[in-house]
Each structure stands twice: as structure tokens, then as C-alpha cells.
């Protein structure tokens, strides 16, 4: 069963820390672009970060710039999503997913493959 599993979503002060984890079964991520996407209540979802196939990254977000990065252990079959100087608007449920095409893209309807989401919570 192909599966994409998020985690290390949850409450955190602004300015703290979070790194968020994706971890694939069934197939193998190495040979897809994983991005991480958001939404928050009431807001159309949003592309935050991609890796490609090949490991390169792209980010959609501005706001999100200097602050996040995104990493890939192909070994562990996982990517991560790492948050830091975190704000209250980055308060959302963030979901990954798996893009066959190798490349990354910023439209959600281009992922063949989501996980079920984890939220994350700025307070302020």
C-alpha cells in the first residue's frame, strides 16, 4: 500500500522550533518529488517546499524564506520538513506529498499521493 506518514506537528511559542517528518511506504520516494504544503482555516492550501527526485529544492512561500528547510534521509525513506523562528501565521495543518513526475510543482493537483496531515500551532 502505497503511504505517505506526517509527523511532529503540535504546539509550539512564536519564535520556537519544529521539525516535521514524512515517511513513505510501498514505493520508493527517492524516484519522486516530495513537497510539503499548508492550510489554514479558512485559506486555500499552499505550497511551503519541494525536493525534486534529484534532491534539489524549491521553495513557494516567501514567508517561509530563511526559515524552513527541507531535507531528505532516502535511507529512512523520510523527508523532513524542519521550522524554525516559527510565527503565529504559520499556524496549519501541513501535509506531504509525492509527486511522480520528479519534478516539483506548486500545485497541489499535480501530488498523486498525500499523508493525512499534522498540525502545527504558533502561539503568541
Known amino acids: 500500500q502505497l503511504q505517505l506518514v506526517e509527523s511532529g506537528g503540535g504546539l509550539v511559542q512564536t519564535g520556537g522550533s519544529l521539525r516535521l517528518s514524512c515517511v513513505a511506504s510501498?514505493?520508493?520516494?527517492?524516484?519522486?518529488?516530495i513537497g510539503w504544503f499548508r492550510q489554514a482555516p479558512g485559506k486555500e492550501q499552499q505550497g511551503v517546499l519541494c525536493i525534486s527526485k534529484w534532491g534539489g529544492t524549491t521553495d513557494y512561500a516567501d514567508s517561509i524564506k530563511g526559515r524552513f528547510t527541507i531535507t531528505r534521509d532516502i535511507a529512512k525513506e523520510t523527508v523532513y520538513l524542519q521550522m524554525n523562528s516559527l510565527k503565529p501565521e504559520d499556524t496549519a495543518v501541513y501535509y506531504c506529498?509525492?509527486?511522480?513526475?520528479?519534478?516539483?510543482?506548486?500545485?497541489?493537483?499535480?501530488?498523486?499521493?498525500w499523508g493525512q496531515g499534522t498540525q502545527v500551532t504558533v502561539s503568541s
Open positions: 510501498g514505493f520508493s520516494f527517492s524516484t519522486y518529488a
Open positions: 506529498a509525492a509527486r511522480g513526475g520528479s519534478y516539483c510543482s506548486a500545485r497541489p493537483d499535480e501530488y498523486e499521493l
